[in-house]
């Protein structure tokens, strides 16, 4: 390729593929990677990495650029998928996908592609990036129900510096509409879900191939033994699903969830009904704060935050500031928070950072 040209991150679905073809079209030196991250039972019927590969190739020869394949299979095993099963392992509930922005896709990748010659990289994510007075900040996509700002919010200085997110300003409809218009095969393709790179699989089973089972008591938050589970580390917070006791009618009538995993007894601790009072947090406490810009949050400021994606922005104030831990409290008390899942913070349209929350404040329990 030439120099200064970019190099965009091919997966093989249609936002990528567009994100390829609207550079192309605006007159930019394009050239594609595919990554292989992924090998360990590459022939299963869960890994499409086969079919993400020739519809990757389809694409780049529709548009017309150039496709390299790249292998980052050592280091996303050691740098994101050890540390998911080392986090399910001590308890708490780590998002793979974030870890694999920033190790993979803005780092492994990105370095590979400056080796390329290329000036940047480009990736299908909906979200947005904007310079001012020499600072990169990073901002939600114009699509609400598909930003993904949450996922890069550990992204630096230097990695937005050097990529572009040309679905910014796009909504899904009209990437797949793009996509039809320009005769791309996988217009219509379903959006990937599951495990960054590994795929939609049966979590239960895939996780039970690196992590031991340690059946013990389902008890309800009054004390009474429900049922069996498989092994603390095999279940979150907030999880319905996969419980095995829907059956059990009890109190309300209402659907079981998980409230609490107590390691001592090796008990799972279930209740009734999606608001249950010790599924809903007052606040929380994250570890590992990264910033996105040069200045911290104020203190006694309101901002917004997510602990998970697709929940809505809740308003919060952050009391306590750091790189390390952090206390952050809600308006309105906030569903399910996870131990190991990440709290990223927002000021309007712009994300700050995050960190990862290492345990929920719920003053009704604090109190007991």
């Known amino acids: 390729m030439k120099h200064g040209g970019i190099v965009v991150g091919l997966s093989g679905g249609v936002d990528s593929a567009v994100t390829a073809w609207l550079l192309k079209d605006q007159g930019y030196d394009v050239t594609a990677l595919f990554m292989k ?66 190790e993979i896709k803005f780092d492994a990748f990105l370095k590979h592609a400056l080796s390329m010659g290329a000036h940047k990289i480009a990736t299908g994510h909906y979200a947005k990036v904007t310079e001012r007075d020499g600072l990169f900040y990073l901002l939600k996509g114009d699509d609400g129900s598909k930003d993904q700002s949450y996922f890069l919010h550990r992204l630096n200085q230097k990695q937005l510096s050097q990529s572009i997110f040309p679905l910014g300003a796009l909504l899904k409809k009209e990437v797949r509409e793009i ?13 990937s879900t599951g495990i960054c790179f590994i795929g939609e699989r049966p979590f239960a089973d895939f996780i039970g191939g690196y992590i031991k089972k ?8 009054d004390g009474e033994v429900l049922g069996t589970h498989d092994g603390l580390n095999f279940y979150t917070i907030g999880q319905r699903q996969g419980l095995k006791i829907g059956g059990v009618q009890k109190g309300n009538g209402k659907p079981w969830f998980v409230i609490r995993k107590n390691f001592e007894s090796n008990q799972l601790i279930v209740g009734q009904g999606h608001d249950h009072p010790l599924l809903l947090s007052d606040g929380l406490i994250a570890n590992q704060m990264h ?43 906030q569903w399910a928070v996870t131990p190991g899942q990440s709290v990223v913070i927002y000021e309007s349209n712009v994300c700050l950072g995050g960190g990862f929350i290492e345990k929920a404040i719920n003053h009704s329990i604090t109190k007991k």
């Open 37 to 102: 991250n992924w090998e360990d039972d590459d022939d299963d019927e869960y890994c499409s990495s086969k079919q993400d590969l020739l519809d990757a190739v389809a694409v780049a020869e529709k548009i017309g650029i150039d496709i390299e394949v790249v292998n980052f299979a050592k280091e996303y095993k050691e740098k994101v998928f050890s540390l998911f099963i080392d986090g399910l392992k001590s308890g708490i509930t780590p998002n793979p996908d974030i870890l694999c922005n920033s």
């Open 179 to 191: 996509a039809k218009i320009n005769s791309l095969h996988n217009y219509d393709r379903k959006d």
């Open 291 to 333: 910033w996105i810009g040069e200045k911290l949050p104020k203190e006694n400021w309101v901002y917004a935050a997510k602990t998970r994606y697709r929940q809505p922005d809740a308003p919060c104030e952050i009391d306590t500031i750091g790189n390390t831990a952090t206390t952050i409290m809600f308006g309105q008390k």
């Open 214 to 221: 340690d059946p013990g008591e389902i008890v309800s938050s």
